[in-house]
Nanobody, 114 residues
């Protein structure tokens, strides 16, 4: 059982930055991939960004150029640096790990508002 703990959520200013962290209980090098998803009220959960073991990265179009996914294998942590925040980025952000079986974190709320 892989435990994922997200942190870094909170209130963000439009145009400002926010950095999310996802700490895994096991080595992330053993994962096929890890990703960040988000779910806004009344909407389906969507993939925001992902990174595979080999380093391939994906971003949904709406965050390209603004968000950056990265990882620190020594800390077993994946990050999501969010810049130029927009109100439409408001959502609960979830971390996902894929090791054949999929594991989810509990989510962290990000609210973008002035």
């Amino acid at each position: 059982q892989v435990q994922l703990v997200e942190s870094g959520g909170g209130l963000g200013q439009p145009g400002g930055p926010r950095k999310l962290s996802c700490a895994a209980s096991e080595t992330i090098s053993s994962m096929k991939g890890m990703g960040w998803y988000r779910q806004a009220p009344g909407k389906q959960r969507e993939l925001v960004a992902s990174i595979t073991t080999g380093g391939s990265i994906y971003y949904v179009d709406s965050v390209k150029g603004r968000f950056t996914i990265s990882r620190d294998t020594a800390k077993n942590t994946v990050y999501l640096q969010m810049n130029s925040l927009k109100p439409e980025d408001t959502a609960v952000y979830y971390c996902k790990a894929d090791r054949g079986y999929v594991y989810w974190g509990q989510g962290t709320q990000v609210t973008v508002s002035s």
